[in-house]
C-alpha cells in the first residue's frame, strides 16, 4: 500500500515542479496532494523532520496559492524577483542555523533516521519554498542543494521511486533557474511584460 501511496505522491510532486517552472498556479494545488501524500509515506519511513516539513507545506501550498492568485497578482505574467546577496546569505545562514537546531533536536529526542540530512533537507526546503512563494529566483539554487542531499537521503532509506522523483527534481530545478533567470531578464529589458 505505502509504495503507490510513494508512486502517486511522485506523479504529483513532477507535476508541480513543472507547473512551477511554467509559473502556472496548478502548482498549488497539484502540490498540496502531493504534500499530503508524502505525510504518510515519511511517517513509515520514519523521516520526522520530512514529515514535519510536509506538515507545513500543507500551510505553504495555500499561502503560495493565495498570493499568485490575489487580485493584483496575473497568474500568466507572474513578476520574477530577485534577492541582493546579502539577503540570499542571510537566507542561507536562517537555513544552516535552523537545521543544526532540528537536526540536533531529532538526534537526542527521536529514533529518527539520519537526522542532519533530514534536517538539511527540511529547513532549507521551507526557505526555498517561502522564496517560491515570494517568487524570489534564487529559489532554485536551494531547491537544487535540497535535491542533492535528498535524492542521496531517499536512495539510502530505499525509497527508490521518491529518490527518482528527486532526481528529477534536481533536472527541473536546473531547468526552472534558467527559465526563470531568462524571464528575469526579459522582464528587466522590457521585452515582456510583467
Not at 56 to 83: D, H
Not at 142 to 169: P, Q, R
Request: charged content about 10%; aromatic content about 18%.
Amino acid at each position: 500500500m505505502m509504495a503507490w501511496i510513494e508512486l502517486a505522491a511522485t506523479a504529483f510532486g513532477f507535476l508541480c515542479v513543472v507547473f512551477t517552472i511554467a509559473r502556472s498556479v496548478w502548482c498549488w494545488p497539484t502540490g498540496l496532494v502531493q504534500v499530503f501524500l508524502f505525510i504518510f509515506v515519511f511517517y513509515d519511513a520514519k523521516l520526522y523532520s520530512d514529515l514535519l516539513l510536509h506538515v507545513v507545506y500543507v500551510f505553504l501550498q495555500f499561502y503560495g496559492w493565495y498570493y499568485w492568485t490575489r487580485p493584483k497578482a496575473n497568474p500568466e505574467s507572474l513578476i520574477i524577483q530577485t534577492l541582493t546577496l546579502r539577503e540570499f546569505v542571510s537566507w542561507c545562514i536562517i537555513a544552516g542555523v535552523g537545521t543544526i537546531g532540528l537536526g540536533w533536536s531529532m538526534a537526542q529526542w527521536t529514533d529518527a533516521s539520519l537526522p542532519y540530512p533530514d534536517a538539511f533537507t527540511t529547513v532549507t526546503s521551507l526557505v526555498a519554498q517561502f522564496l517560491l512563494a515570494r517568487r524570489q529566483l534564487q529559489n532554485w539554487i536551494l531547491w537544487i542543494c535540497v535535491d542533492i542531499v535528498a535524492i542521496w537521503v531517499y536512495f539510502t532509506k530505499e525509497l527508490n521511486a521518491t529518490a527518482m522523483l528527486y532526481v528529477a527534481f534536481l533536472v527541473l530545478a536546473c531547468i526552472g533557474l534558467v527559465v526563470w533567470n531568462r524571464r528575469l531578464s526579459q522582464q528587466r529589458t522590457g521585452r515582456i511584460a510583467t
